[in-house]
């Protein structure tokens, strides 16, 4: 395979590859180029104080697993009747609990 030769005379598969060996020492150095700080939402808050996982937490209150993600990622929005129940679930971590039993 013909590969092109780069102005530093290294072919362009060697200067990916010490392009990508870069990259993971500036990771096991945790030099990150940028960070993402989120913060958890509500639902999400709500949902750790139980210790619930998201499939026993969207039981607990009668929606899918697939529902609480979004939720929990804010790409759906809660009702006011679920944002009810999410304070509740924020209070009385307990009462969810007890839900499941």
Known sequence: MASTKTAKGATGEES???KLL???????ARNFARTTE?????????R???????A???AALC???????ELEQGR???SGAAQALIR????????????LA
Do not use: C, W, Y
Not at 22 to 28: A, D, H, N
Not at 38 to 46: C, H
Not at 63 to 68: L, Y
């Open 88 to 99: 509740i679930a924020s209070k009385h971590p307990d009462v969810v609990r007890e839900a």
């Open 22 to 28: 870069q990259s993971v020492r500036e990771m096991k």
């Open 16 to 18: 990916l590859g010490m």
């Open 38 to 46: 989120v913060a958890p939402n509500e639902g999400a808050i709500a």
């Open 48 to 54: 750790q104080g139980t210790g619930l996982s998201q």
């Open 56 to 58: 026993e937490f969207a």
């Open 76 to 78: 759906r929005s809660l």
């Open 63 to 69: 929606i899918s697993k697939r529902t609480r993600q």
